[in-house]
């Protein structure tokens, strides 16, 4: 299953989120200009247990170098497809967490859930030589996280079946309980390490962020957050906006909701909005004018139920402001 977008929007760009993924980028950049000593600088910076358990080994590191392994671990990648992968991931649910825990929040609860997934796999594998890298142990975090906050969000996944595409709108408490059941299989079937994965590292790092939401989500915003705020938030709401109206009691009419922000309501807007009826969809672009409040209801004539001979019914739209 790859996941490809989540139907949840987010009222703040990720700033934090989007210098995470730069900076995994940066340092695979970096990784490539190792050339023959690649493997050393993996081997150095990369999560390797028997470094810790093993004191003939332990004592090539200084305490800086294993306290740092810890951290840096999570930020190198073995290919373009491991950092691609594990990248494209984090673009997709890590803008919604950061949303809910706010920039500063966010960063420590990403550091700790990687660290965390770090020490699953090490306590699990205490005597391994193997050097684990790669984000997927934060992201890991990070969708347990989404899990939490947004069960009923829709994963648009691409299942290839016999090099056939499909393209599936799926729950992501489906997606992704599915996704942490696989992690547990593979990880049972292969002793925790299987062709270079580090599956209990997935598995510490999801429930480890489940955990760590909760106790992020406890403490009070910083006011550092507060006045980042300020400039992260969107000003605009998403350009396609899809909407599910209803029709009470035969009503020929249909009712439905349209959300813009504050400065969508100053300035006026133009949306595109996908309306699903049964197996069809209709998509028309409605103008929302200059001035506009919260409450205000659009009337687009026409654009409701044909009941029998009668003429169509019309849409009505209540414009809600999200502050």
């Known amino acids: 299953m790859i996941p490809l977008r989540d139907t949840t929007p987010t009222r703040n760009y990720p700033v934090v989120n989007t210098a995470i993924i730069a900076i995994n980028v940066v340092v695979y950049f970096l990784q490539l200009l190792q050339g023959p000593e690649v493997n050393r600088f993996i081997y150095v910076y990369g999560l390797v247990p028997a470094r810790y358990s093993l004191p003939q080994i332990a004592e090539y590191f200084t305490t800086g170098q294993q306290v740092f392994s810890l951290l840096s671990f999570m930020f190198l990648h073995g290919s373009f497809w491991h950092i691609l992968g594990n990248m494209w991931s984090l673009y997709i649910f890590g803008n919604n967490v950061e949303d809910r825990l706010g920039p500063i929040r966010y960063a420590l609860f990403y550091l700790l859930c990687g660290i965390a997934s770090g020490l699953s796999h090490l306590v699990l594998n205490l005597h391994s030589n193997l050097p684990t890298i790669g984000a997927s142990g934060a992201i890991a975090g990070v969708m347990g996280a989404y899990f939490i906050l947004h069960p009923k969000s829709k ?144 009337r687009l004539k026409g654009l409701g139920q044909r009941s029998g001979s009668r003429e169509s019914g019309d849409l009505y739209l209540k414009v809600t402001i999200e502050a």
Do not use: C
């Not at 009470?248 to 949306?271: C, F, Q, S, W």
């Open 155 to 298: 994963i648009l996944t691409l299942i290839p079946i016999f090099f056939i595409p499909y393209f599936l709108n799926i729950p992501a408490y489906i997606f992704l309980g599915l996704w942490f059941l696989l992690q547990f299989i593979n990880a049972a079937g292969s002793q925790g390490v299987g062709g270079g994965i580090a599956w209990w590292a997935h598995i510490g790092g999801f429930v480890f962020g489940m955990l760590f939401l909760k106790l992020f989500t406890a403490l009070p915003d910083t006011g550092i957050s507060r006045q980042m705020r300020q400039y992260t938030t969107k000003r605009k709401t998403p350009r396609l906006q899809v909407i599910r109206p209803t029709a009470p009691g035969g009503d020929p009419h249909l009712y439905g909701l349209i959300k813009i922000t504050p400065h969508e309501a100053v300035t006026g807007t133009r949306k595109l909005v996908n309306i699903p009826l049964g197996f069809q969809k209709r998509m028309f672009n409605v103008k929302v004018p200059a001035g506009i409040h919260n409450g205000t209801v659009l």
